[in-house]
C-alpha cells in the first residue's frame, strides 16, 4: 500500500501549482482551470485522510466539494461570457475598474 | 385587625351602595345631562339621594334587630404598608346611620326643592346650561359626605372630609363670574376660595391631629385608637383633641375660623340648606362625637370645646342681629347654632348635641329653603314690577335685551338686592305659604314650645346649666338673640307694608318648592319627639347609647326650660317694641342703630373681624408673597443670581479663556489636523485598491501563509 504521505506530498504539489497558475496567468478560462486544481487537490488530501482514519467523513465531504465546483464552473463560466461580451477580451488585468 | 363580623341578618351588604347610588345618579348627569330634560335630570339626581335614603333607613333597621351591634363591612383594600392596615370600610352602627338619615333624608328633600329653585335661578342668570351640573355636584356632595360618616377609621373620614370640602367650594363658585347679584365679578369665586382656604386651615390641624395618633397608636381605625387611648399618656390625648378642634373649627365655623361660612351664601340657596346648615357643617360635631371616647379622657380638652362653641354660639348671635342679608342673618344663625352644638359635644353632652344636630337640620334647612323662596318670589315680583315699568316708558325690545345687560354690567339703575331685607316687607300675603312656613322654621330656631328646636336646646341648656355655668350663661344669652334676631327677621320680611315694588309684586312659589318645605316643617314640629325629656322618650338617647356607651338621659328641668322660654318670649316681644309696632320704611335708618349705636354698628359690621384677619393675616401674608416674588425671585434669583453671575460669568469666561486667537490656532487647528491626517494616511491605503483580481489573490495566499504559518509554528 502507498503511504499517506505520498498523497500528500502529489496534492501539496497539485495546490502550488493551481496557485502559481492564479497568480501569473492572465486568461481568465487558464485561472478558473488553476482554481479546480486547488479543489482537487484538496479531495486528494481528504479521500486520503479518510482511508487513513478509517471514516467516511472525508469521502462524503469530498462528495460536496465536487457538487460545489460544478456549481461554480456554471456560474464562473457564466461570468466569463458575459465578461466576454462587454469587454471583448478574458484578460482579467483588463477588469481594473474597481481601483481606488 | 378583624375583617368584618359575619352578620346573617339586616341589610349590611347595602352599605357600600350608600356612595355608588349617588355616584350613579351623577354619572347619569354627566354623560347624559346634556340630552335630558330639566326635570328628567332633577329625577334622576333625587331619586338618588332617595336611594341613599331608603338604604339608609334599611341600615338603620337592621342596626336595630342586631341590638346596636357594630357592623364594618370592608368593602376594598387600600393601603396596606407594613403594619398599617387601611382598608375602605363601612362602619355601620346606630351613630353613623343617625348621619346617614340626616344627610340623605335632608338632602333628598333639598334636590327636590332644587329642581324648582334651579328652573328659575339658572333663567334670571341666563345660562339653563349649568343646570345639570348643579345636581350633578349635589350628587356628589351627597356621596362624598355617606364617606365622611360611613368611614371606619380617622382616614377614611378625612376622605370625605376633603371630598365635601371639595363640593362646598364647587357649589359656592357655582355662579363663578358672578356676584351675588348677578353682575360680573370675582366676588362669588372669592366666597368660594376663601371657604376652601379656611377649610385648609382646619384640614391642617385635622392632619396633624392624624399624624399624632399613628405616631402613638400606629393605627387610624376609631376602635384601635380607642383601644390604645385607654393607656396613653393624658398629654397625646390632648394634643389629639386639640388640633382635632382645629379641623372641627374649620369646618363646622367655629371661632376662630367662622369667617368662610356667610361669604359661603354666594352659592344657590339649596347649597346653603343642604351643605351650609343641614350637613357638612355638622361634620365637625359628627367628628367630636364619633371620637367621644378621646375626648371624655381628656377635661380640658373637653372644657375648651365647650367654651369656643358657646362663644361661638353668642358671638354669632351678635352679628346676625346687625345683618341686612336675609341668608346671611340665617348663617350667623347657623354659625350659633353649630356653637351650640360643639358645646353640647364638648361638655359630654354627646345625645344633647347630636338631638340639635338633628332638629337643626330639619329647621334650618327649612328656614334656609324657605328664604330661597322668598327670594324667588322677590325676584319674580321685580321683573313684573320692572315689566310694568318698562311697558310704560320704552318699548318691548329694550326690556329683552335687558337682563344681558345688566349680567354685563351697563345696568344705568342701581341692581336690585333680592336677598335684603330692607327691600322686602309685607310679604305675609303675597307669599301665604312660605310665609307660615318660615314661621314655623322661626319658631323652631327660637325655641317655642312644642317645636323641635326647643327639645333639644334645651337639653343642651340643661347639660351646661348641670356642668358648666359659664357655658349655660352664654348660651343662654344667645339663645335670647337667636329669638330676637329671628323675630327681626319676620317682622322685616313678612309684616308692614311692602318697602319696594318687587316686594308688592312678589309671587308664591310652584307645589315642587313648597312641597319638600312642608315636609320639613312637620319635621321641625314634630322633631322633638325624638328625644323627648320624659321617661320612656330618650328614643335618641338609648339608639346612641349602642354606640356611646354612657349616656345620661336628663329629666325635664323645669327652670330651665321655663328660663329659655321666657327669655325667647321677651326677645320675641322686644322685637315687636323695635320692629313690629312701628314698622321700617324704605330707606330709613334700623331702628336699633337709633338705640344701640355702637352695638349695633359693631354688629352690622361683622365686629369687623373680616378686616381683623385682613390686618393681621391677609395683608402681610400677600406682602411676604410679593417680598418673595419680587425681591427674592426677580431681583435676587433673576436679575442677580442668573442674569450677573451665571450669565456673566459665562460671558467673561467665553470671552477671555474662548476668544479669537484661542478658537482659531487651537480649537479650530486640532479639527482640521484631524482632518489632514485623514486624508494623507487615506492616499497611502488607496494604493493597496489597485483593481487587479490576481493581486488580490496574491493578499489572500499571503494571509493564508501568515495564518497557517503561526498556527504551525505556534
Not at chain 2, 410679593?626 to 470671552?655: K, P
Request: proline share 3%; charged share 15%; net charge neutral.
Amino acid at each position: 500500500m502507498v503511504p499517506v504521505n505520498y498523497y500528500i506530498v502529489l496534492s501539496a504539489i497539485l495546490f502550488s501549482i493551481g496557485v502559481v497558475g492564479v497568480l501569473v496567468r492572465r486568461n481568465a478560462l487558464i485561472i478558473f482551470m488553476s482554481v479546480e486544481l486547488m479543489l482537487n487537490a484538496a479531495n486528494l488530501a481528504f479521500v486520503a485522510f479518510s482511508s487513513v482514519i478509517k471514516s467516511f467523513s472525508g469521502q462524503i465531504f469530498v462528495f460536496f466539494v465536487i457538487a460545489v465546483a460544478a456549481a461554480e464552473v456554471a456560474v464562473g463560466l457564466a461570468l466569463i461570457v458575459e465578461i466576454f461580451k462587454s469587454k471583448r477580451s478574458i484578460d482579467v488585468d483588463q477588469m481594473s475598474s474597481l481601483k481606488g | 385587625m378583624h375583617l368584618a363580623e359575619t352578620v346573617n341578618s339586616g341589610f349590611f351588604f347595602l352599605a357600600p351602595w350608600l356612595v355608588f347610588a349617588p355616584v350613579v345618579g351623577l354619572l347619569i348627569n354627566l354623560i347624559f345631562g346634556k340630552r335630558l330634560s330639566e326635570t328628567m335630570i332633577g329625577t334622576v339626581a333625587s331619586l338618588a339621594s332617595g336611594a341613599a335614603f331608603v338604604i339608609s333607613v334599611l341600615l338603620a333597621y337592621s342596626v336595630s334587630v342586631n341590638h346596636g351591634e357594630v357592623v364594618r363591612w370592608q368593602l376594598a383594600e387600600w393601603i396596606h404598608i407594613g403594619t398599617l392596615q387601611l382598608d375602605w370600610t363601612f362602619r355601620v352602627d346606630s351613630l353613623s346611620t343617625t348621619m346617614m338619615l340626616v344627610v340623605s333624608g335632608v338632602g333628598t328633600l333639598i334636590h327636590i326643592y332644587a329642581i324648582g329653585y334651579m328652573h328659575e335661578d339658572v333663567r334670571f342668570k341666563n345660562d339653563v346650561g349649568r343646570y345639570a351640573r348643579f345636581f350633578i355636584f349635589l350628587n356628589l356632595f351627597i356621596a362624598m359626605m355617606m364617606i365622611l360618616v360611613s368611614g371606619d377609621s380617622y382616614l377614611m373620614l378625612f376622605v370625605g372630609w376633603e371630598g365635601v370640602g371639595l363640593c362646598s367650594f364647587l357649589l359656592i363658585g357655582f355662579w363663578y363670574e358672578l356676584d351675588t347679584l348677578g353682575r360680573p365679578s370675582w366676588a362669588n369665586s372669592n366666597a368660594a376660595k376663601k371657604a376652601f382656604i379656611v377649610n385648609r386651615i382646619g384640614d391642617f390641624g385635622f392632619l396633624i391631629a392624624a399624624f399624632i395618633m399613628f405616631w402613638a397608636f400606629g393605627s387610624f381605625q376609631f376602635d384601635e385608637v380607642f383601644e390604645a387611648a385607654q393607656h396613653a399618656a393624658p398629654g397625646i390625648i390632648l394634643a389629639i383633641t386639640l388640633f382635632m378642634l382645629i379641623g372641627v373649627a374649620g369646618k363646622s365655623a367655629q371661632i376662630p375660623l367662622y369667617v368662610w361660612l356667610p361669604d359661603a351664601m354666594a352659592g344657590p340657596t339649596p347649597v346653603s340648606a343642604l351643605i351650609h346648615a343641614a350637613t357638612m357643617v355638622t361634620a365637625g360635631v359628627y367628628l367630636i362625637t364619633r371620637s367621644a371616647e378621646l375626648y371624655t379622657l381628656v377635661p380640658q380638652a373637653q372644657y375648651i370645646v365647650a367654651l369656643t362653641g358657646a362663644v361661638t354660639a353668642l358671638f354669632a348671635a351678635t352679628i346676625a342681629v346687625g345683618q341686612y342679608d336675609i341668608k346671611k342673618v340665617l348663617a350667623y344663625s347657623t354659625i350659633s347654632q353649630l356653637g351650640f352644638m360643639v358645646a353640647a359635644v364638648g361638655m359630654g353632652a354627646f345625645v344633647a348635641g347630636m338631638f340639635h344636630l338633628v332638629t337643626h337640620a330639619f329647621f334650618k334647612a327649612l328656614l334656609f329653603l324657605s328664604a330661597g323662596s322668598v327670594i324667588l318670589g322677590l325676584e319674580r315680583g321685580h321683573h313684573h314690577a320692572e315689566h310694568a315699568h318698562a311697558q310704560a316708558h320704552h318699548n318691548n325690545k329694550h326690556i329683552k335685551g335687558k337682563r344681558k345687560e345688566e349680567r354685563q354690567g351697563n345696568a344705568h339703575e342701581e341692581v336690585f338686592d333680592p336677598n335684603d331685607m330692607r327691600n322686602m316687607g309685607g310679604m305675609r300675603k303675597t307669599m301665604p305659604v312660605t310665609f307660615w312656613l318660615y314661621m314655623i322654621g322661626t319658631l323652631a330656631l327660637a325655641g317655642i314650645v312644642p317645636f323641635a328646636g326647643l327639645w333639644s336646646k334645651d337639653e343642651i341648656l340643661l347639660d351646661a346649666s348641670l356642668h358648666y355655668p359659664i357655658v349655660y350663661w352664654l348660651l343662654s344669652i344667645a339663645a335670647f338673640f337667636t329669638a330676637f334676631y329671628m323675630g327681626r327677621q319676620i317682622w322685616m320680611v313678612f309684616f308692614g307694608e311692602p318697602r319696594h315694588a318687587a316686594a308688592a309684586h312678589a309671587e308664591e312659589s310652584p307645589r315642587v318648592i313648597t312641597v319638600p318645605l312642608m315636609v320639613l316643617a312637620v319635621l321641625s314640629v314634630i322633631g322633638g319627639v325624638l328625644n323627648l325629656p320624659f321617661q320612656g322618650f330618650h328614643n335618641l338617647g338609648h339608639w346612641l347609647e349602642y354606640t356611646l356607651h354612657e349616656v345620661e338621659a336628663l329629666p325635664l328641668n323645669l327652670g330651665v326650660a321655663g328660663i329659655s322660654t321666657v327669655l325667647a318670649l321677651l326677645a320675641i316681644a322686644a322685637s315687636w317694641y323695635i320692629y313690629g309696632r312701628n314698622q321700617l320704611r324704605a330707606g330709613e335708618v334700623d331702628p336699633l342703630k337709633q338705640r344701640l349705636g355702637a352695638f349695633f354698628t359693631g354688629a352690622e359690621n361683622k365686629w369687623y373681624v373680616d378686616e381683623l384677619y385682613h390686618a393681621i393675616i391677609v395683608t402681610p401674608f400677600a406682602k411676604i408673597s410679593q417680598f418673595l416674588a419680587d425681591v427674592i425671585d426677580w431681583r435676587f434669583w433673576h436679575d442677580w443670581f442668573h442674569e450677573t453671575v451665571i450669565a456673566g460669568t459665562y460671558n467673561w469666561v467665553s470671552n477671555i479663556a474662548l476668544n479669537r486667537y484661542a478658537d482659531q490656532r487651537g480649537i479650530d487647528a486640532v479639527a482640521n489636523g484631524l482632518g489632514d491626517v485623514t486624508q494623507w494616511f487615506s492616499t497611502i491605503l488607496r494604493k493597496v485598491q489597485n483593481g487587479f483580481v490576481r493581486s488580490y489573490a496574491l493578499s489572500v495566499l499571503l494571509g493564508v501563509v501568515l495564518i497557517v504559518g503561526y498556527l504551525i509554528l505556534k
